[in-house]
RNA sequence: GCCGACGUGGUGGAAUGGUAGACACGACAGACUUAAAAUCUGUUGGGCCUUAUAGCCCGUGCCGGUUCGAGUCCGGCCGUCGGUACCA
């Protein structure tokens, strides 16, 4: 071999790798510092890997094969998150059954990662949809049923008439289906649900506990959305009132006190109606005679709005009166109660006070309706708008005989009234979430069954001997059509026995969401063939918590609070031994399609520029080349005429045509590339548009690699390459290659620690003689970014022990000096000269200072004005201030 | 609307408050070649001036501030992207 061939060398490596078990994790060794990287793990879908993939995979192992050479036992573990939508849908469209499906896609998933030369420990692979994988799934379930975690409710819920399915919120967007795009509408099914709101309080708190990044936690507080308020009891009007006293604290619905949730309790005089959710039981209650019919329809017209009408309606609130009255507990007036849609039954207690002159939506409301509007804290005109500002607002027409709040500021008016309504049974200081209990249950086949068996229509949980429940044989997939999944229409899998009694009993036929089987994966990497539990303890407590943790920024919510929230489940019950499971996580920045230049063309085919687009008009979009283009101070204009065009990179899909396949990048450029490519576009957190230029830039780096080794004629390590001493300079910037590797790594940067390694080579190219000690610590500096040229050069320089547990160089501080260093020299400011002054000199100020002062170019600034001052920082820079 | 991130050459991007543009792409010029590819060498933010590869001015979205010194810190705008949305 004489040119550098990826192509030869790098099937060679991984199956070396492979076959060697060179990445096998030792679990026997507890003798060294343990280092737990993983990866989220891919849905193995048809189309095969994306470069998106890549991307944390490669951060992830370049971090992992540095790690290992820094001495710590490392575990870099990878799986399949295989339940989900697509392979069911294959399979109602050809018949095949989804573990067929499945199966295929993991196969090509592994062979690609396996072409791409990560260091995994295959012998950890996890399948989620494997019935070993799953058991454990199931068994957890179990744990959060025991601990009263899990609950059957039936509620409205999104349910996809296409799709057959009930789906997630999240799965929602603007009222259709994320998968396929069609219509969603509401409709109430039996569900089992997860008590996740009672974890909402740890879930905010253990944020501080991780390494995360903030966006990250911010995004998981607002989801929690904790707030705190009161909740305040509203006598109905004509009703007695008996339950207003202590009882009524207890059972909220009691049918004559309407409890609402504020955050606002200062705001309490002024408020001047009340709202109840369509669905608020008491609305029947409260409704009069004459409002029946009126209110009647408008539930009915609330009930069957799709979401998509409910968004769309936002703008213009509707509502009708209940004919009722409540009794402002301040003011002791009568205000009339409503109902609107506005107010959700699934947040806080589905009641509101409205205080119009403080809520936007309220006043929006109020003056649509038109209800009195009451001013009770000043600052701002409420026949204007609502004022809602809480810092500088002051509190004002708040007071009866026994409480005034007048003159306060709204924080301390908060307190006071609340004690008050505390005092006089009338309320309490309350904390809600708008986190709400997760939806567990999906109608479909190709998930987890549920460990649950119902007995004369009781749900009975089963006995942790009688897991996995697995998955019947079925002829066809397709949903049964009302609602339930397909597994309600196999009558012998359905029909079965408590194993326990022998009684007959009914099984649950639906399935667990794709969540659930992610929810704990990294805990059985650590223990992948236990039998007794989910993972065993001793190694849980080595291994755990997660060290590092990368992947897509899409699952900053979901997915990471589910598995807190099963994480803290199993740290109750005694499975792990930490409070959280994912201790530094990072995101990792989407990659885009090739920048594109597009111009528009109105109807009659005439460009129009970028910037003078009208909306609501439609324009032909027209792909311009490269050499179609041009630039006119900021914008892209088409070459010569001053017409503005877009230039911008979109996400990569299908329709859009600008997918890159990873295959065909290695083919044409290898593994090493890729690698060494994906890692040099940019910071691993930030959006990157791909560029095969910047590809083919790497590659040529790595050939340049290649050429200072292999002499290409014979194919021969280089004769330069020698046992010499290194000089000066050559151990200079070995020191300095090897600080800047190590700290990038540490800081993940990636992108810069790549750019030293091109530094260093740039100049060994230059070397008559390539000391073979420095060529080889380059070789270990480059093996985590290309481990496959790495390790071939590695073994050419005539090294038989494997590159991947080699140590990792270490830099000495006394190479990085030199005889002299460059200062610069400003005058107010402003550079105007440079100097090199000898190392030994350059913390003497003095010294520096007269060199700087004496510099020609610097002198002329000097003349016939006043030195004011002298900045003096030691080896950067003067700065000489001058007057006149 | 709210929350978050980000605005630096033709492009991707570098830069502990201390010489803005490292490294790479592209472009241009040259070498090698019958030619091309590959490879190598040089130039490459804009402008002024010059025999000069000496020097000068401008320049990190816009406006202002702090500082001897600001891409970096502070305040206010504008724009792009992501998340979220009647959450009382």
């Not at 990662?113 to 692979?125: K, P, V």
């Not at 501080?208 to 929690?224: L, T, Y």
């Not at 073979?772 to 040229?789: E, Q, V, W």
Request: aromatic share 10%.
């Amino acid at each position: 071999m004489s040119e550098y061939n990826p192509a030869a060398i790098e099937p060679k490596w991984q199956k070396y790798w492979i076959e060697n078990k060179i990445f096998k994790t030792d679990d026997t060794d507890r003798s060294r510092p343990k280092y737990y990287v993983l990866d989220m793990f891919p849905y193995p879908s048809s189309s095969g890997l994306h470069v998106g993939h890549p991307e944390g995979y490669t951060a992830t192992d370049i971090i992992a094969r540095y790690k290992r050479k820094k001495g710590f036992n490392v575990l870099h573990p990878m799986g399949w998150d295989a339940f989900g939508l697509p392979a069911e849908q294959y399979a109602i469209k050809t018949g095949t059954h989804p573990k067929i499906t499945t199966k295929e896609n993991i196969k090509r998933f592994r062979e690609q990662l396996q072409s791409l030369g990560f260091s995994y420990d295959w012998d950890r692979e996890v399948d989620t949809t494997d019935p070993a994988y799953y058991k454990w799934t199931q068994w957890i379930f179990l744990q959060l049923y025991k601990q009263g975690l899990a609950y059957q409710s039936s509620v409205a819920v999104n349910w996809c008439p296409e799709l057959g399915t009930v789906l997630a919120n999240e799965e929602v967007i603007d009222g259709k289906s994320e998968v396929g795009g069609f219509p969603v509408i509401r409709k109430p099914m039996r569900q089992w649900m997860l008590r996740i709101t009672a974890y909402a309080e740890r879930l905010l708190d253990d944020l501080e506990e991780v390494d995360w990044p903030d966006s990250i936690k911010e995004m998981q507080r607002n989801w929690i959305g904790r707030s705190v308020g009161a909740d305040i009891d509203f006598r109905v009007s004509g009703h007695d009132g008996t339950g207003n006293q202590g009882l009524a604290r207890k059972k909220p619905d009691h049918e004559d006190v309407i409890r609402v949730f504020t955050t606002r309790p200062d705001t309490l005089f002024g408020a001047t109606y009340m709202v109840l959710s369509p669905e608020h039981p008491l609305v029947d209650v409260i409704t009069t005679p004459e409002q029946v019919d009126v209110v009647k329809a408008y539930r009915a017209g609330a009930a069957n709005k799709s979401e998509l009408d409910r968004t769309d309606l936002n703008k213009d609130k509707t509502g009708v009166f209940t004919g009722g009255y409540a009794v402002n507990p301040c003011t002791g007036k009568d205000i009339p109660v409503w109902v609107a849609d506005y107010v959700l039954m699934t947040y806080g207690t589905g009641a509101i006070m409205s205080v119009p002159g403080h809520d936007e939506r309220d006043w929006e409301f109020a003056v649509k309706y038109g209800l009195p509007v009451v001013e009770v804290v000043k600052g701002g005109d409420v026949s204007k708008a609502a004022y809602t500002d809480t810092d500088d607002g002051i509190v004002v027409n708040s007071a009866n005989d026994e409480v005034s709040i007048n003159d306060l500021p709204v924080a301390e008016a908060k307190v006071k009234i609340t004690n008050w309504l505390e005092k006089k049974g009338l309320g309490e200081k309350t904390v809600n979430y708008k986190l709400r209990d997760w939806l567990f249950s999906r109608q479909r086949y190709w998930g987890e069954p549920f460990p649950v068996i119902f007995v004369n229509g009781e749900p009975k949980p089963m006995r942790d001997e009688d897991l996995p429940v697995t998955l019947p044989e079925v002829e066809r997939y397709k949903p049964s059509g009302t609602g339930e999944s397909p597994l309600a229409t196999i009558e012998e899998w359905v029909n079965t026995t408590d194993p326990e009694t022998g009684a007959p009993a009914r099984r649950e036929t639906n399935t667990m969401p794709q969540w659930a089987g992610s929810c704990w994966y990294y805990l059985r990497y650590i223990d992948p063939d236990y039998t007794e539990g989910p993972v065993s303890p001793e190694k849980e407590r080595y291994w755990m918590p997660v060290d590092l943790y990368v992947g897509g920024a899409e699952h900053a919510v979901l997915h990471l609070l589910y598995a807190r929230f099963w994480h803290k489940v199993l740290y109750d019950v005694g499975v792990v031994s930490t409070k959280e499971p994912f201790q530094r996580l990072v995101n990792q920045g989407m990659i885009l399609g090739e920048l594109e230049f597009t111009a528009w063309k109105d109807a009659d085919g005439n460009y129009v520029p970028a910037n003078a687009l009208e909306p609501g008009v439609e324009y032909q979009p027209e792909k311009l080349s490269e050499e179609q283009i041009g630039k006119k101070g900021t914008d892209f204009v088409i070459t010569g005429t001053g017409i503005v065009i877009d230039a911008r990179s979109f996400k990569m899909s299908k329709s859009r045509g600008n997918v890159i396949n990873p295959d065909i990048v290695v083919e044409k450029y290898g593994a090493d590339s890729l690698r060494l490519y994906e890692m040099f576009m940019g910071p691993l957190e930030q959006v990157k548009p791909w560029s095969m230029k910047g590809v083919e830039g790497v590659y040529r780096f790595l050939k340049r690699v290649w050429r200072t080794f292999v002499d290409e004629e014979t194919g021969k390590l280089r004769s330069e390459i020698a046992d010499a001493e290194p000089d000066r300079d050559q151990l200079k910037i070995m020191h300095e290659t090897i600080k800047k590797v190590t700290d990038d790594i540490e800081g993940h940067r990636f992108n810069t620690a790549i750019s030293q390694l091109m530094i260093f080579n740039n100049e060994a190219m230059k070397w008559a003689v390539k000391p073979r000690g420095l060529m080889k610590t380059y070789i270990r500096l480059l093996d985590p970014f290309a481990p496959h040229i790495a390790e071939e050069l590695w073994e050419m320089l005539g090294e038989t022990e494997v590159l991947a547990y080699t140590e990792w160089p270490a830099y000495e501080e006394k190479y990085l000096q030199s005889d002299s260093m460059v200062i610069a020299v400003q005058v107010n400011g402003k550079l105007r000269a440079s100097i090199e002054i000898p190392s030994d000199k350059v913390m003497d100020k003095e010294f520096v200072l007269a060199q700087a002062r004496g510099n020609g170019q610097v002198r002329k600034y000097l003349d016939g004005v006043t030195v004011v001052k002298e900045i003096f920082v030691p080896g950067r820079i003067v700065n000489i201030v001058v007057r006149g």
